[in-house]
């Protein structure tokens, strides 16, 4: 049977494991805000943008309601709740910036071997930077890290060998710590405490006008395109396709400096020559995703 623990850790010796999550959570914790600010940032200065280039319409009802859940930074927030509600535990996409940990007892020495189950760089890179934490992954391919004598592998497997035995699922012979749970409030006290972080993560001009301008020229790209199997692949191909640099110059012409007031709503994004500035962005957008059509044709 393979055995894959690229995630795979040892805590240092006589680490009890209560009190290492006790010295762990803070600077993990800040480590997920700063995650989480990044994923509304991004989702916000998306909707500000996509308004600017009229993507996405919003409805300028009197209704202060209405009006303040349109603000772009509420609007990211209670659109990733809602996203998030309608997946199942392991789908993919389900809770993008958790950190769980399994920790179990190898009882030949008294260490402790960990599991570590995270997908942001960020996240990883704290849990790796705690003093207790020592790399220790094992896989029985061929592939053994250079770094390492054979005996040091073999004392790698024996390790997870006995902390796992018999390929018992981690479930069984380990406990799992989550540093968040489901109901949590962090995310939606970085929206409503109006988090230096999140202006902080706000992506830079540059990264929001390719970003635009990859949204306008795969969407022309898909003109015209029936079938969800031919227009999936359309996007796929589109979005790792970069021959639009006049696309993107013009998308940044849309580009503006994000503040609290408007990713709150409190004013609107304001650009001189607003629909010249569109216009001339979906015009380029159209040439290029015509010239993409070509391409992939011939």
């Given at each position: 049977m393979?055995?894959?623990?690229?995630?795979?850790?040892?805590?240092?010796a006589?680490?009890?494991?209560?009190r290492?999550?006790?010295?762990a959570?803070?600077s993990?914790?800040?480590?997920?805000?700063r995650?989480d600010?990044?994923l509304?940032?991004e989702?916000?200065?998306?909707?500000i943008?996509g308004r600017?280039?009229?993507l996405?319409?919003?409805?300028?009802?009197?209704?202060?309601?209405?009006?303040?859940?349109?603000?772009?930074?509420?609007?990211?927030?209670?659109?990733?709740?809602?996203?998030?509600?309608?997946?199942r535990e392991?789908d993919?996409?389900?809770?993008?910036?958790?950190?769980?940990?399994?920790?179990?007892?190898?009882?030949?020495?008294?260490r402790?071997?960990?599991?570590l189950?995270?997908?942001n760089?960020?996240?990883?890179?704290?849990?790796?930077?705690?003093?207790?934490?020592e790399?220790?992954?094992?896989?029985?391919?061929?592939?053994?890290?250079?770094e390492l004598?054979?005996?040091?592998?073999?004392?790698?497997?024996?390790f997870?060998d006995?902390?796992?035995?018999?390929?018992?699922?981690p479930?069984?012979?380990?406990?799992?710590w989550c540093?968040?749970?489901?109901?949590?409030?962090?995310?939606?006290?970085?929206?409503?405490?109006?988090?230096?972080?999140?202006?902080e993560?706000?992506?830079s001009?540059?990264?929001?006008?390719?970003?635009?301008?990859?949204?306008?020229?795969?969407?022309?790209?898909?003109?015209?395109?029936t079938?969800p199997?031919?227009?999936m692949?359309v996007?796929?191909?589109?979005?790792?396709?970069?021959?639009?640099?006049e696309v993107?110059?013009?998308a940044?012409?849309?580009?503006?400096?994000?503040?609290?007031?408007?990713?709150?709503?409190?004013?609107e994004?304001?650009?001189?020559?607003v629909e010249?500035?569109?216009?001339?962005?979906?015009e380029?957008?159209?040439?290029?995703?015509?010239?993409f059509?070509?391409?992939?044709?011939?």
């Amino acid at each position: 049977m393979s055995t894959k623990l690229h995630h795979g850790y040892r805590l240092a010796a006589g680490t009890d494991p209560f009190r290492f999550i006790a010295i762990a959570r803070p600077s993990l914790d800040a480590a997920r805000d700063r995650a989480d600010a990044a994923l509304l940032a991004e989702r916000a200065v998306d909707i500000i943008d996509g308004r600017a280039a009229s993507l996405s319409g919003v409805d300028r009802a009197e209704n202060g309601l209405k009006a303040a859940l349109e603000a772009p930074l509420i609007k990211a927030l209670l659109d990733l709740e809602d996203e998030q509600s309608k997946l199942r535990e392991y789908d993919r996409g389900k809770d993008p910036n958790r950190l769980e940990v399994a920790i179990g007892v190898d009882p030949q020495t008294g260490r402790l071997g960990a599991l570590l189950f995270a997908e942001n760089p960020g996240l990883i890179d704290a849990f790796e930077a705690l003093h207790e934490v020592e790399k220790y992954p094992y896989w029985n391919g061929s592939d053994r890290p250079d770094e390492l004598t054979e005996d040091q592998w073999n004392e790698r497997r024996e390790f997870w060998d006995r902390v796992l035995p018999g390929y018992t699922p981690p479930a069984e012979a380990m406990f799992t710590w989550c540093l968040r749970g489901t109901y949590h409030p962090g995310t939606m006290s970085l929206a409503g405490d109006r988090s230096p972080l999140i202006l902080e993560q706000v992506p830079s001009p540059e990264s929001r006008a390719r970003r635009l301008a990859q949204q306008v020229v795969t969407r022309a790209a898909c003109t015209g395109v029936t079938g969800p199997r031919e227009v999936m692949r359309v996007v796929f191909d589109a979005t790792k396709w970069r021959e639009y640099p006049e696309v993107v110059d013009a998308a940044a012409a849309l580009i503006v400096d994000v503040d609290f007031d408007l990713l709150l709503g409190v004013r609107e994004s304001e650009v001189d020559d607003v629909e010249m500035k569109r216009s001339r962005l979906l015009e380029l957008a159209t040439t290029a995703g015509e010239r993409f059509r070509t391409a992939k044709e011939g």
